[in-house]
């Protein structure tokens, strides 16, 4: 399913209907499968979710079997790597739950997007980490930021909206919320993980990075 044009490091991408609410979870220790509700899933090899979307290689991101979380992750150098993957009914969420989640390994701060919508007006992007040494979350124009140091570790990052709440959470403890209640569909656009739409790259890498919809 990939298709090679393509150095941070990504293995799976989904969303994920399982995540508690506004309490403590275990992330989890093995690779993530694929159900009813995920619509993107990325072990890095490939999208193994039912609708199987194509991903497209940008720069030279490296499939790397040494750092890795799960089997494997894409590595990303910082300067001109990314994965995009074409536009979707998939994101569109209306006013439904859904969950984005995903392993990240930072090699050094970056402003880069782990994973954002290819447009630069009606978007979400989701920062693992930032310059600052934050977790970084933008919805169209309002965003968040906690303070969060992921460098030369991997840690879990999960987004999840349930009933119009915004909740963040790092290895599974909740670290933030915001209220955001408002329709969200990005299916006109695609998806670009490991850089946002102002040119900003990361350094490091992404492993089992998932997006589940309909369900918090």
């Known amino acids: 399913f990939f298709n090679a044009t ?10 994920h209907d399982a995540l508690p609410i506004s309490s403590a979870f275990t992330p989890d220790t093995t690779p993530y499968e694929s159900d ?9 090899d490939g999208d193994e979710s039912a609708s199987e979307h194509d991903v497209t290689v940008n720069g030279n991101p490296i499939l790397n079997a040494t750092e890795y979380k799960f089997e494997g992750s894409m590595q990303f ?4 790597d990314y994965l995009e993957i074409p536009a979707s009914d998939d994101w569109n969420f209306g006013t439904d739950d859904f969950t984005i989640d995903f ?6 701060l970056t402003n880069g997007a782990s994973i954002h919508t290819n447009d630069a007006t009606n978007y979400i992007g989701v920062y693992g980490t930032r310059e600052n040494n934050k977790i970084f979350v ?11 140091p ?4 991997w840690h879990h990052i999960a987004i999840v909206r ?3 709440v ?44 998932r997006i589940t919809k309909g369900i918090a």
């Open 150 to 153: 992921i460098v030369d570790a």
């Open 103 to 108: 392993w990240h390994y930072a090699s050094s």
């Open 6 to 15: 393509a150095t941070t490091e990504i293995s799976t991408l989904s969303l």
């Open 36 to 44: 009813a509700n995920t619509t993107l899933l990325l072990h890095m």
């Open 166 to 209: 915004v909740y963040y959470y790092q290895n599974g403890v909740s670290i933030g919320s915001m209220n955001y209640a408002a329709a969200m569909n990005f299916g006109s656009y695609g998806l670009l993980v490991g850089k946002d739409m102002w040119g900003n790259y990361i350094d490091g890498y992404i492993d089992e990075l």
């Open 77 to 80: 150098d910082g300067s001109d």
């Open 138 to 148: 933008s919805i169209s124009g309002t965003y968040e930021q906690w303070d969060a």
């Open 162 to 164: 349930n009933n119009g």
